[in-house]
């Protein structure tokens, strides 16, 4: 599933009440969402991302809803072997040439790869690093690739999740209408197993956006960010 980068363009298309409507979380809508455009996001890497990751030794990371890749490559210049997954193929071929505007040495790190995140299942203990920033999906499915997720991270590894907060839905900042969307740290944390995980940030921390008035709004991040035991 698409990644969705708040601060990158706004979440225009997103803002309507789609009820039970599933079009929101299907290759369709966001390949017709990414070639509506020449860019949606702002081709910056989530600020979550920076925060969470920028002291971690770089390895294999996973980047879940990679979008057009500014989370991708920004792990690859760091010195990560990034997979970056997507829903869109639309919005892969777009992050591809923009990796390779970057160089070759950055684009060589990153392998492209379209998958439907609602079923796919990364290989387990695979991953220093998997990162899903501001996925959108319907509870059930959420929860389910959390839990998938997480079995990808391998012992010593990070798992960093970061959404919507429910608090974020009453700002003038452009959000989906959908309440189902928005979850806490807490929530997500119910879904590891304490002797396997050390939870290291929980909360919803505060940062600063504009809203499409043109004022500076404070909005609030819902983040997780957990290492695996090493095991034995």
Same mark, same amino acid.
């Given at each position: 599933?698409?990644?969705?980068?708040?601060?990158?363009?706004?979440?225009?298309?997103?803002?309507?009440?789609?009820?039970?409507?599933?079009?929101?979380?299907?290759?369709?809508?966001?390949?017709?969402?990414?070639?509506?455009?020449?860019?949606?996001?702002?081709?910056?890497?989530?600020?979550?991302?920076?925060?969470? *990751? &920028?002291?971690?030794?770089? =390895?294999?990371? /996973?980047? #879940? @809803?990679?979008?057009?890749?500014?989370?991708?490559?920004?792990?690859?210049?760091?010195?990560?072997?990034?997979?970056?997954?997507?829903?869109?193929?639309?919005?892969?071929?777009?992050?591809?040439?923009?990796?390779?505007?970057?160089?070759?040495?950055?684009?060589?790190?990153?392998?492209?790869?379209?998958?439907?995140?609602?079923?796919?299942?990364?290989?387990?203990?695979?991953?220093?690093?998997?990162?899903?920033?501001?996925?959108?999906?319907?509870?059930?499915?959420?929860?389910?690739?959390?839990?998938?997720?997480? *079995? &990808?991270?391998?012992?010593? =590894?990070?798992? /960093?999740? #970061? @959404?919507?907060?429910?608090?974020?839905?009453?700002?003038?900042?452009?959000?989906?209408?959908?309440?189902?969307?928005?979850?806490?740290?807490?929530?997500?944390?119910?879904?590891?197993?304490?002797?396997?995980?050390?939870?290291?940030?929980?909360?919803?921390?505060?940062?600063?956006?504009?809203?499409?008035?043109?004022?500076?709004?404070?909005?609030?991040?819902?983040?997780?960010?957990?290492?695996?035991?090493?095991?034995?």
């Amino acid at each position: 599933m698409a990644g969705r980068r708040p601060g990158r363009g706004g979440q225009a298309g997103l803002t309507h009440n789609h009820g039970s409507d599933l079009l929101l979380f299907t290759q369709e809508f966001w390949d017709e969402r990414y070639g509506s455009k020449d860019r949606i996001w702002s081709g910056n890497p989530n600020p979550q991302l920076l925060d969470q *990751a &920028a002291g971690l030794t770089p =390895g294999a990371a /996973l980047d #879940v @809803g990679s979008g057009e890749g500014a989370d991708a490559i920004w792990l690859a210049a760091q010195g990560w072997e990034v997979t970056a997954v997507d829903v869109s193929s639309v919005a892969l071929e777009r992050a591809a040439r923009r990796a390779a505007e970057v160089g070759h040495e950055i684009a060589g790190r990153i392998s492209w790869q379209q998958s439907d995140l609602m079923t796919w299942e990364p290989a387990p203990h695979r991953f220093d690093l998997v990162s899903a920033q501001f996925m959108y999906l319907p509870p059930p499915s959420l929860e389910s690739m959390h839990r998938r997720l997480a *079995a &990808a991270v391998r012992p010593g =590894g990070t798992l /960093l999740i #970061v @959404g919507h907060h429910p608090s974020d839905m009453e700002t003038s900042i452009p959000r989906p209408n959908l309440s189902e969307l928005y979850y806490t740290a807490e929530e997500i944390a119910t879904r590891l197993d304490p002797a396997e995980w050390e939870i290291v940030v929980l909360g919803a921390p505060a940062r600063e956006a504009v809203d499409p008035e043109g004022l500076t709004v404070t909005i609030h991040d819902t983040v997780l960010r957990a290492t695996r035991r090493l095991t034995g």
